[in-house]
């Protein structure tokens, strides 16, 4: 699909139900486009304020929440071409401000569309770019893998047991390569930043692993083993033990997993895996302010968002709405602590949850 260059709505006011703005209590519902799928956390528009960014698959758009310095947000739409199914916020072109990349599910296409620091979006010259995945995208993972300088964008390539890779360079990307990656990598791979290089983080549901590849440089290393995970479907690097070294979580066949970095290898957390119900989205990020990641898991016949210690003990859920598809972990109401924010796939709006820990429910 060919991406349109220009802008699809005016700015929208937003509606909100329990709560009028980000720093009160009680979820904020804001509107957005068709199946919300993909959300992203960061400053748009300079002002020091967190805004939001939601990709929505069947709108085919980039919905942008900028929020207001009262804490309620507006709303304006760009084009993202075909089905947008994950957003990564990073900085492609250097010029200091964020900009937005979209994997565009069935197809190999990777819309970027850079950002005018104020808010706005308009596609990157060469936009979209084909990385050569097949059959299609699923997710991206966004960092400088081959030690260059340059951001690069990588995404599943099952049918090739590969990683598609979008190498990056002064104004655009190189067309895409693949990376071997074992055995049908697929669905949503994570960068991981270790020192000096970033490795790609891999499920693989069909081998029944999560691997690592440290990194690109000088053309790339072996496969590192991570842990087992039956039908792995999507991993997350986080941070859960503050020693500095990169965890990962991972969910897979009715269970999530977690292991703890160390000088030799990856460890499984004590009751790891732990049981859940087709889990289909992680999100994780510090919800209390002590320099660890909670988890929280989102369930595809659910409308709870469940919420994991960085030791993986269940802490309580969050009534969101059905299939809580997309979640995203930031402070949005700037007390130092991350709230939540949930994708509803059967509504077009994401949910805002400020200090989620005080709204967890014992079930």
């Not at 486009?33 to 960014?53: F, K, Q, S, V």
């Not at 067309?175 to 891999?202: C, H, K, S």
């Not at 859940?276 to 898991?297: K, L, N, Q």
């Not at 796939?345 to 200090?355: A, G, H, I, Q, S």
Request: contains cysteine; charged residues 20%.
């Amino acid at each position: 699909m060919v991406l349109a260059h220009f802008l699809l709505a005016m700015p929208l006011a937003l509606a909100a139900c329990a709560a009028n703005s980000a720093g009160q209590a009680g979820p904020l519902s804001l509107d957005v486009g068709d199946r919300p799928r993909g959300i992203a956390l960061a400053d748009l528009d300079g002002d020091g304020r967190m805004d939001i960014a939601v990709a929505n698959a069947d709108s085919d758009s980039l919905s942008i929440l900028l929020q207001s310095a009262d804490g309620t947000f507006v709303r304006s739409d760009f084009a993202a071409g075909n089905e947008p199914s994950d957003i990564e916020l990073a900085d492609f072109n250097g010029d200091g401000t964020l900009d937005a990349a979209f994997a565009n599910h069935e197809t190999s296409l990777v819309t970027v569309l850079l950002g005018d620091g104020s808010g706005g979006f308009a596609p990157m010259p060469g936009s979209p770019f084909d990385s050569g995945a097949r059959p299609h995208l699923h997710g991206l993972a966004v960092g400088d893998f081959n030690s260059d300088g340059h951001l690069d964008i990588a995404a599943d390539s099952s049918d090739l047991d590969s990683i598609a890779v979008l190498l990056g360079k002064a104004g655009g990307f190189e067309a895409g390569q693949q990376v071997a990656a074992g055995q049908f990598p697929y669905y949503r791979v994570d960068a991981r930043p270790d020192g000096a290089q970033t490795g790609i983080l891999i499920p693989s549901p069909r081998a029944h692993t999560v691997s690592l590849i440290p990194g690109l440089a000088d053309g790339g290393a072996a496969l590192v083993a991570v842990g087992q995970a039956r039908g792995a479907m999507m991993v997350v690097d986080a941070n859960l033990d503050s020693k500095g070294g990169r965890d990962v979580v991972a969910a897979h066949e009715n269970a999530v997993s977690l292991w703890v970095a160390g000088d030799e290898g990856f460890t499984a957390l004590p009751g790891s895996p732990l049981a859940f119900e087709i889990p289909t989205e992680i999100a994780v990020g510090d919800m209390d302010g002590d320099g660890r990641d909670e988890i929280a898991i989102g369930l595809w016949d659910s409308d709870r968002v469940h919420i994991l210690s960085p030791e993986g003990a269940l802490l309580g859920t969050i009534a969101a709405c059905f299939r809580p598809v997309g979640l995203a972990i930031g402070d949005v109401d700037g007390d130092g602590r991350g709230d939540l924010v949930a994708g509803c796939w059967e509504e077009p709006r994401v949910m805002l949850f400020t200090d989620p820990l005080q709204q967890l429910v014992q079930e």
